[in-house]
């Protein structure tokens, strides 16, 4: 079974751009969680999806946003790109919506921006 | 409010050596509680989770934790170090209601010496 993949690995961008962030979850799986990893901030979470739906989200701006098509794959966006946006993001697949089920995470796109 | 604190940041042991890694833990709620592990340039991989079953959790690679709700801890450990453990390890809280919104702790980076 495919694990979670995500797509690009590396990614640099310049301030100000917009950037599309994708991440496939493993087959099977409906729910799809992002996290920003950076060195001062450590891992937090973006938001959730389940179904298509927006169950749950965390403490960043508009500027970050997502969706979830109806194959369980979730983008996330970033518009007007900064600085303090560099960092690791990290997408997770779970097989449920039910809390305490595992979550299998990929191996992340680095986004750079200068 | 919940939230995870990691007691220590860096953690140094000889490889053959037991490990400790703590984490402590507060929630409102019945909390679900993992171990995660990020090897360099990797992504995330569950050690073990604790779901209101067994207090002791046995995980992968000799990893166990004990979750003790009087002290609200859930601390990581493993009887002999490997050199393959080196890596960094992340206490991980989500709650009943919260979906699958993972808070993490600010992660512990495990050094094991030869």
């Known amino acids: 079974k495919a694990g979670v993949t995500q797509t690009p690995r590396y990614l640099i961008k310049t301030r100000g751009q917009q950037v599309t962030l994708s991440c496939s979850p493993i087959?099977?799986?409906?729910?799809v969680s992002w996290y920003q990893q950076t060195p001062g901030q450590g891992l937090q979470f973006l938001f959730e999806?389940?179904?298509?739906?927006?169950?749950n989200k965390g403490n960043f701006p508009g500027r970050f946003s997502g969706r979830q098509f109806s194959n369980s794959r979730s983008e996330m966006n970033v518009s007007t790109l900064e600085l303090g946006d560099s960092a690791l993001y990290l997408c997770?697949?779970?097989?449920?919506?039910?809390?305490?089920?595992?979550?299998?995470f990929g191996q992340g796109t680095r986004l750079t921006v200068v | 409010a919940q939230s995870v604190t990691q007691l220590d940041s860096h953690v140094s042991v000889s490889e053959g050596t037991p490990v400790l890694l703590r984490c402590n833990y507060s929630?409102?709620?019945?909390?679900?509680l993992f171990w995660y592990v990020q090897h360099p340039n990797k992504g995330l991989q569950l050690l073990l989770k604790?779901?209101?079953?067994?207090?002791l959790v046995k995980g992968i690679n000799g990893f166990e934790a004990e979750f003790k709700k009087s002290e609200t801890s859930f601390h990581l450990t493993k009887p002999s170090a490997h050199m393959s453990d080196a890596a960094e390890y992340f206490c991980?809280?989500?709650?009943?209601?919260?979906?699958?919104?993972?808070?993490f702790g600010a992660g512990t980076r495990l050094a094991v010496h030869p």
């Open positions: 997770a697949s779970s097989p449920q919506g039910a809390e305490g089920t595992e979550a299998f």
């Open positions: 087959s099977g799986h409906r729910s």
């Open positions: 999806y389940f179904s298509e739906t927006q169950r």
């Open positions: 929630s409102s709620y019945s909390p679900s």
């Open positions: 604790y779901t209101s079953a067994a207090t």
């Open positions: 991980v809280v989500t709650f009943s209601g919260g979906y699958n919104k993972l808070i």
